[in-house]
């Protein structure tokens, strides 16, 4: 039987036709369709996809039982996307957003501009509270393969 339940990203489509099919294992074709997916896995506490499409570099360091714990003890309420940039290497874009949800405290909102990166077939979310460590000529830690001046560098 397919899920018809509304998808926490928005409302007016299905789950399954949304963020639903990221989570079982689809590429988002995009940074911002990442990071619907990233709200709409808080929401569903999809908790591992949150994990996995954080940058590699960055997974050990995630607090995955703070994660799982804001993700449980929230009503997420709504998600709006104000942009998306990508940038002219195709494999570094920037999704500005609010999210909403309501926990013990009452409603609150979260306005960020998300860095995401796409090494090579799949975009990545580059966590700000995750310790990266990145030297100007070692390898980029996003494993593209290039140096980290060359790649990640202008975009920290």
Known sequence: MTETRPC???????LHDCCGRYHLGAL???????MRARY?????????????TSLPAQQAHLDMAAIAQWSQNSQ?????????TLAQDQRH?????????????GRQQHQET??????????FFYDPTAPLR???????????????????APYF
């Open 134 to 152: 990145a030297e100007r000529n070692a390898p980029c830690p996003c494993a593209s393969g290039l140096k980290f001046k060359k790649c990640c």
């Open 40 to 52: 709409s896995a808080y929401a569903t506490q999809h908790i591992e996809f949150i994990k996995s």
């Open 8 to 14: 926490p990203c928005n409302p007016n489509r299905a």
């Open 28 to 34: 988002a074709s995009s940074a911002q369709a990442l």
């Open 114 to 123: 998300s860095l995401f990166i796409k090494p090579a077939e799949r975009w």
């Open 76 to 84: 997420w309420l709504g998600l709006e996307v104000i942009a998306e």
């Open 93 to 105: 874009a920037t999704v500005e957003f609010i999210a909403h949800w309501q926990d013990e405290h």
